[in-house]
């Protein structure tokens, strides 16, 4: 989800996301250290940190619970459960004073309510415009402490609200676009409240003035998906520059008082891998924490805005779709160091510490995705062995996660588990369909196919693995 990483505005060591239904809170510092906070039956769909880091607020993205939960974060209990919205959860964002919680439902739900922080209590609600909202944020203008400017933005529109908390009135003005078709994933308001950039999955920001909601300009910051716009001012790097987070893996700058160039999508800040979801700022630093839809989260140090200039340094990483088998690496496999191996549905193979500290050891993927997925995997010293969804085998190196053969339909509806004899003479696989097969080598045929059994073959030719 895009947001998925939220920051501490006071703990520099300190971030927020999301797994499933529940929020992690984790430290940058020793990723082993982690708290759970469990609120929801089903995926959280949107997180929100207040301004002062005193409140956390989650939204769950479908089933008939799709309640927002406020945290205390001093306490990390539930403060409040926000049970309105009856389809979906899709954004949530935090008033500068902490006092107002936005919360934007999905598509299905069309509904957008003010929440008193505090209280838990409504404060207004009306019919959610864009219908399909994907992003929230708030101005930071409040006028005579009670009419409070916020705008959402997604599938083509961007729309500013103004509501007062004290009569609890809602209204909004949207944003015109003239010709132009956007679906926008991402809004920020300027420091000084005057104009409106959002981010479109045409990898453009757009510029509206946040006074009478006219269209002043588009430019191109990356090639595809501007998800994430934040100003560079609250860094204390730049006025009148905002960071870019795009669907390509580039962070860069966009300045909205220079006209744009060709160069501009060219020269990135950094380049990470997989598109960008989240960028949050870190407590007290030039840094910023910067999620990516890879599975990786990373810490950037921008210490210039000179183009590939800024540091990233990934200290997490995860799988993002389905674990479909796991293993613990025999003692003579990765060089005498332990290891847990790990394989997903979304082609990744990954191998991990089991230390104290946690740590992600080594990194293993495939070259690339094959249809199916990864369903099985053994190890042996020097190679992984894993079985696809598209009836393949392929062996990759543990060392670097190399491809180094392919046994192409072993299996024509898929192969489902996959074992390594005890004298590592030879390998068996079963199938989708209900066959087992073994095989003499990498490269060779199966020597027999059948539903329950296969013959005992004694003349196998030594496998060739580093054994």
């Known amino acids: 989800m895009i947001g998925a990483v939220q920051t501490d505005p006071n703990d520099p060591d300190r971030v927020y996301y999301a797994v499933a239904s529940t929020v992690v809170v984790a430290s940058l510092a020793d990723p082993s250290k982690n708290a759970f906070l469990r609120g929801h039956d089903g995926d959280i769909a949107a997180l929100a940190v207040s301004p002062s880091g005193r409140y956390l607020a989650s939204g769950q993205g479908v089933g008939t619970n799709a309640d927002v939960v406020v945290w205390d974060l001093s306490t990390m209990t539930e403060l409040h459960r926000l049970s309105e919205h009856d389809e979906g959860v899709a954004c949530l964002a935090f008033s500068p004073d902490d006092r107002v919680l936005v919360s934007g439902g999905v598509a299905a739900d069309g509904k957008i309510f003010c929440w008193d922080a505090r209280t838990g209590g409504i404060i207004a609600n009306g019919a959610l415009a864009p219908e399909e909202c994907r992003a929230v944020t708030f101005s930071s203008a409040i006028y005579e402490g009670t009419y409070y400017t916020f705008a959402t933005a997604g599938v083509e529109a961007c729309v500013v609200w103004g509501v007062d908390a004290k009569r609890g009135l809602l209204g909004g003005q949207k944003c015109g676009t003239g010709f132009q078709r956007r679906v926008y994933v991402s809004v920020e308001f300027s420091p000084d ?32 998906n501007a998800a994430c716009v934040l100003s560079l001012e609250y860094l204390g790097l730049a006025k009148d520059a905002y960071l870019i987070g795009g669907g390509d893996g580039t962070v860069s700058v966009y300045y909205p008082k220079r006209p744009p160039t060709p160069m501009d999508t060219m020269e990135p800040l950094a380049t990470l891998k997989g598109a960008v979801t989240s960028i949050a700022k870190i407590a007290a630093s030039n840094q910023v924490v910067v999620a990516t839809a890879e599975g990786n989260k990373y810490v950037v140090s921008l210490q210039t805005l000179r183009p590939g200039a800024a540091k990233s340094v990934c200290y997490e990483e995860s799988h993002i779709a389905p674990v479909t088998s796991v293993l613990f690496a025999p003692t003579d496999c990765f060089g005498g160091q332990e290891r847990l191996v790990s394989g997903s549905a979304d082609g990744w193979l990954r191998a991990w510490s089991i230390s104290a500290e946690g740590t992600a050891m080594g990194t293993l993927r495939a070259q ?84 329950d059994s296969f013959p005992v073959d004694t003349l196998h030719p030594r496998f060739p693995f580093n054994v």
């Open 193 to 224: 409240a005057t104009m409106l950039y959002a981010g479109s999955t045409s990898g453009d920001v757009t510029e509206f003035t946040v006074n009478g909601c006219v269209l002043r300009n588009v430019a191109v910051c990356c090639k595809s």
């Open 368 to 451: 690339e995705r094959m249809r199916g997925g990864l369903n099985c995997v053994a190890a042996v010293p020097g190679t992984i062995l894993t079985g696809w969804g598209n009836g393949h085998v392929c062996g990759f190196r543990d060392g670097d996660g190399a491809l180094l053969w392919t046994l192409p339909d072993a299996h024509v509806d898929g192969v489902t588990c996959i074992a390594v004899s005890n004298e590592r003479q030879f390998f068996v696989t079963g199938g989708a369909g209900g066959e087992t097969a073994s095989h003499t080598t990498p490269f060779a045929w199966c020597t027999s196919f059948l539903k």
